[in-house]
């Protein structure tokens, strides 16, 4: 893709990662891709804001040198270490020997210890500006969001927030770069939530804590490190992850996730029975089959609904495997104060439902009912199966 001109003299470019199919090594995005943006900045001083993975690196080297001969470059901003945005920092500190790389204190023993940069490293401070002529940066530290080292960056003339993985998401971009030229703007939002879920949502309060230091300062363009960049309604992506972080601090909507599995499909018969009583309360439900479905995708609706059903039988005396897999990954993701209600089938001892008390007690939810049953359900089963979805759901509405 070639750079394209944000505002006078400020170019986005970037590497549409399509390759990838597991970001962090985890997050599968082999469908939707992910976008390394960087910035440069053509002025008398000569800047390149963040950088990115360690792919396509000649194509990143092309785009900059569609402005100026990267050579040239004054200054490497580095507002985030994760190597999804320095991984070329080597070759970048080859090609631009002059270049001073500007980074938190924090981020220091990270460069030495990540890519052996010791020279040509300068630390700014909280609100310290620098003059690039007609230009001027402004730095901003925002611990945690991502890593401790992390920091924005804001340009003041032309009011561009280059703010890294704070409001980014997943999602290659589809040959446009700005939310004016998307017309899927759904799947964005869709998948920045569910960036934010996965990787994010641990540290509400630094979240909260960045967009209040940023709330007097003018933005006309949130330029993220993924994802699309927002000038026609920066607002926009500001507010979803304001509501994000709140569903840490304030507590999630009222809503269902039904996660199951099974292995020969008794649990599964029950799991319509449960939905029906959900459904017959009137309460937003999502199904997941944790068998197939990535926690990736599981984790927003838990992230943002207050209760959660588990369905899942008995295997070698414990809780179906899969399931212990996505209540651990629910329980890493440190998501509390949930509804939990659990059934399954078992065959001759059960155990889920004893291992389910202790998921309850370490995800620290409170466990309305644990319900196993033997072999396959009888109708008076999946009587009691819908009543317990309906009552499940009718108590999360306070009623
Ligand atoms: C490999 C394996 C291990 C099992 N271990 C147990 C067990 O320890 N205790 C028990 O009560 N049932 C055990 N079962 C029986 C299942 O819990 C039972 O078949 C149940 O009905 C399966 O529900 P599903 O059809 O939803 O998979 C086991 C079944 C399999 C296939
Ligand atoms: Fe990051
Ligand atoms: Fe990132």
């Known amino acids: 893709m070639p750079a394209v001109q944000v505002k006078p003299g400020i170019y986005w470019i970037g590497v549409n990662d399509r390759t990838t199919d597991l970001f962090e090594g985890m997050w599968p995005i082999t469908s939707e891709g992910v976008s390394y943006n960087a910035y440069v900045i053509d002025d008398e001083k000569k800047v390149l804001v963040d950088m990115a993975k360690d792919l396509k690196s000649d194509a990143l080297l092309d785009q900059i040198a569609e402005v100026f001969d990267p050579a040239e470059l004054d200054y490497i901003v580095v507002n985030h270490m994760e190597p999804d945005h320095t991984g070329v920092t080597r070759t970048m500190h080859r090609i631009a020997p002059k270049a001073t790389f500007l980074c938190t204190k924090r981020a220091v023993p990270m460069l030495a210890g990540y890519y052996h940069l010791t020279d040509q490293v300068q630390v700014v401070e909280d609100g310290e500006t620098l003059d690039l002529g007609a230009h001027q940066l402004q730095f901003h530290i925002t611990p945690m969001v991502h890593w401790p080292e992390t920091m924005v960056t804001y340009e003041t003339t032309q009011k561009v927030l280059f703010s890294c993985d704070a409001f980014g998401g997943y999602g290659a971009l589809q040959g446009g770069i700005f939310d004016d030229q998307c017309d ?39 330029a993220p490190s993924h994802g699309l960049v927002w000038r026609k309604n920066p607002a926009r992506i500001i507010e979803l992850y304001q509501k994000w972080a709140n569903y840490a601090l304030e507590g999630p909507d009222v809503g269902v996730t039904l996660l199951y599995g099974t292995m020969y499909g008794n649990t599964e018969q029950m799991v319509e029975a449960v939905a029906a009583g959900v459904t017959r309360a009137g309460v937003p439900l999502d199904i997941f089959d944790v068998r ?71 995800l620290k939810w409170d466990l309305a009912e644990a319900w196993e049953f033997q072999g396959g359900a009888s109708s008076a089963d999946l009587a009691r199966g819908e009543a317990l979805g309906y009552s499940f759901a009718q108590g999360l509405k306070g009623e």
């Open 292 to 362: 197939h479905i990535h926690t990736s995708y599981i984790l927003p609706s838990v992230y943002t609904r207050s209760g959660v059903l588990v369905g899942a039988p008995t295997y070698e005396g414990e809780l179906f495997p899969s399931m212990a897999h996505a209540l651990d990954m629910i329980a890493r993701k440190r998501i509390a104060n949930r509804k939990l209600a659990y059934f399954g089938s078992y065959g001759w001892s059960g155990g889920a439902r004893r291992e389910i008390t202790e998921w309850a007690e370490k």
């Open 184 to 222: 899927d703007q759904a799947f964005y939002e869709r998948e920045s939530l569910r960036y934010y879920a996965n990787i994010v949502a641990l540290f509400p309060k630094p979240v909260i804590k960045a967009i209040e230091k940023l709330a007097g300062v003018p933005i006309d363009v949130i």
